[in-house]
């Protein structure tokens, strides 16, 4: 190998290790404060039920501001647009620190959810440049981990920093890694422009935000005790409406905001359906098992936080075995058995009650861990295995869009499938038994599991170039 490739290797390495960071920063922040709340609320002299504000108002700036990510990629370069998503995100990490007052607050995550909505899809298209399809399973291997792990680790780790320190240093931690991912991201990065002379599209922009918006939006609602319908199906029906616009004019648009021709390559159109009802399952497994152990079992929040760092330790365990893996079975087989493991993995948490041994919980946890890890990372990889460089900026923004609804959708998921749970034991809303929660994770398994079914429309040697494994093996 020359000298000239060896620099190359070595750039994209840490090229994928900076954008893995970023994006460990960026999810991280979506989840760190939950258990940071009612001290939050404490400081700013409100209930903490209205803290919600600052979750929600993160997250749907992010599914708004996403789908103009390869626009603003194209027109302005990917050097520009990524570190200028650090810095923003940075600055705002330190308003939101200093803030005084709730509205403040919710300001500064609006403004950090901006560059979070940039950071996400431009560094994943960073990535997808510099790295040669031979090496995109250990890339996006590397780059999905905080995807996985930050969800986990997010609502322990806030919960020490509140009770060892102070809420605010949720924030400032993110000022050290903003500041070197930027200088990193000014020297190594390239200022890629692919279309300089790209318009935006407004229209698609609009109608894309107003879609996410209310139907995120609506779906947290219908999560809570104190739900108005009429207010819900209203949001449901706008969003509706402006989801089948959306369709309609990105399908004929001549520069749509985002580009929704990756959708006919089979591998990506298949990660993107099926994968998106797995993802709603795996995102609801972590807002409901700190819940069932410390409402439903009555462990404390040391206890919970524990027992839910079993799920990361076998998302770490598989990263090891995860590339061998595929190149011995390759993508259909693997997202097929792995499916149905991980589906059965969310069911066996059913049932779990107060009085299951600690060491059959552990294990049940570590193994829901593997096989979300493996999906996970396999679902990634095969998104953008046979998407050609022409159109990876467009797809890159769809599928970011894409993971941050499912993601928001699991969670109001979790909530809906509780809320049937009590439901049919007769229980109320402030009323929660373990035996809910088995409800619950029966329903979310069963969305993971129809989300196995379109993996059967993928060729036997689909991605066969990334796994290694057959015909496509290198």
């Known amino acids: 190998m020359s000298s000239l490739e060896n620099r190359e290797k070595k750039d994209s390495s840490l090229i994928i290790t900076l954008v893995a960071a970023t994006f460990f920063m960026e999810n991280l922040d979506g989840t760190i404060i939950a258990t940071a709340l009612p001290q939050m609320a404490h400081s700013f002299g409100v209930h903490p039920a209205n803290m919600s504000l600052g979750i929600t108002a993160y997250l749907l700036t992010l599914a708004v501001f996403i789908p103009i990510s390869g626009w603003a990629a194209d027109r302005f370069g990917l050097r520009t647009v990524f570190g200028s998503a650090i810095a923003v995100f940075t600055a705002a990490s330190v308003l939101c620190a200093t803030t005084s007052t709730l509205p403040a607050f919710a300001a500064a995550r609006v403004l950090q959810g901006i560059g979070g909505a940039m950071m996400v899809p431009v560094g994943r298209l960073a990535v997808l440049r510099a790295t040669p399809k031979e090496g995109l399973m250990r890339a996006v291997a590397i780059i999905t981990w905080p995807g996985l792990v930050a969800p986990v680790i997010g609502p322990p780790l806030g919960g020490f920093i509140t009770t060892y320190s102070s809420w605010r240093w949720i924030f400032y931690?993110?000022?050290?890694?903003?500041?070197?991912?930027?200088?990193?991201?000014?020297?190594?990065?390239?200022?890629?422009?692919?279309?300089?002379?790209?318009?935006?599209?407004?229209?698609?922009?609009?109608?894309?935000?107003?879609?996410?918006?209310?139907?995120?939006?609506?779906?947290?609602?219908?999560?809570?005790?104190?739900?108005?319908?009429?207010?819900?199906?209203?949001?449901?029906?706008?969003?509706?409406?402006?989801?089948?616009?959306?369709?309609?004019?990105?399908?004929?648009?001549?520069?749509?905001?985002?580009?929704?021709?990756?959708?006919?390559?089979?591998?990506?159109?298949?990660?993107?359906?099926?994968?998106?009802?797995?993802?709603?399952?795996?995102?609801?497994?972590?807002?409901?098992?700190?819940?069932?152990?410390?409402?439903?079992?009555?462990?404390?929040?040391?206890?919970?936080?524990?027992?839910?760092?079993?799920?990361?330790?076998?998302?770490?365990?598989?990263?090891?075995?995860?590339?061998?893996?595929?190149?011995?079975?390759?993508?259909?087989?693997?997202?097929?058995?792995?499916?149905?493991?991980?589906?059965?993995?969310?069911?066996?948490?059913?049932?779990?009650?107060?009085?299951?041994?600690?060491?059959?919980?552990?294990?049940?946890?570590?193994?829901?861990?593997?096989?979300?890890?493996?999906?996970?990372?396999?679902?990634?990889?095969?998104?953008?295995?046979?998407?050609?460089?022409?159109?990876?900026?467009?797809?890159?923004?769809?599928?970011?869009?894409?993971?941050?609804?499912?993601?928001?959708?699991?969670?109001?998921?979790?909530?809906?499938?509780l809320r049937i749970g009590q439901w049919l034991h007769g229980h109320d809303a402030h009323s929660i038994a373990p035996e809910d929660f088995s409800v619950a994770f029966l329903i979310v398994a069963m969305i993971g599991l129809i989300g196995v079914v379109d993996l059967f429309g993928l060729a036997r040697d689909a991605g066969a170039v990334v796994s290694g494994h057959g015909k496509g093996k290198v």
């Not at 990756?262 to 009802?277: C, I, R």
């Not at 090891?320 to 693997?334: H, I, K, N, Q, S």
Request: glycine letters at 8%; a positive charge; proline letters at 4%.
């Open 173 to 417: 931690l993110n000022v050290p890694l903003g500041i070197i991912g930027l200088m990193l991201t000014l020297r190594f990065i390239d200022n890629v422009c692919e279309d300089g002379q790209r318009r935006f599209d407004m229209l698609g922009f609009a109608l894309c935000g107003i879609a996410c918006t209310t139907l995120l939006y609506a779906m947290e609602l219908i999560g809570r005790s104190d739900v108005d319908w009429l207010f819900v199906g209203a949001l449901v029906a706008v969003g509706a409406v402006a989801s089948v616009l959306s369709y309609w004019h990105l399908r004929r648009a001549p520069q749509p905001v985002v580009d929704l021709s990756a959708l006919k390559v089979k591998t990506f159109a298949v990660a993107m359906g099926g994968g998106s009802l797995f993802r709603i399952a795996i995102s609801a497994a972590p807002f409901l098992l700190p819940l069932m152990f410390q409402a439903g079992f009555g462990m404390n929040a040391f206890e919970s936080g524990l027992l839910t760092l079993v799920v990361f330790a076998g998302n770490l365990a598989m990263k090891l075995v995860t590339a061998p893996v595929m190149r011995m079975f390759g993508f259909r087989p693997v997202l097929i058995v792995n499916g149905v493991l991980a589906a059965l993995s969310l069911a066996a948490m059913s049932v779990l009650t107060p009085t299951t041994p600690k060491i059959v919980i552990t294990v049940i946890l570590f193994a829901s861990g593997l096989s979300r890890s493996l999906q996970f990372t396999a679902l990634n990889t095969l998104s953008f295995a046979d998407v050609p460089k022409s159109q990876m900026s467009g797809a890159s923004a769809l599928s970011s869009t894409l993971f941050q609804m499912t993601m928001g959708i699991g969670v109001a998921a979790g909530a809906i499938a």
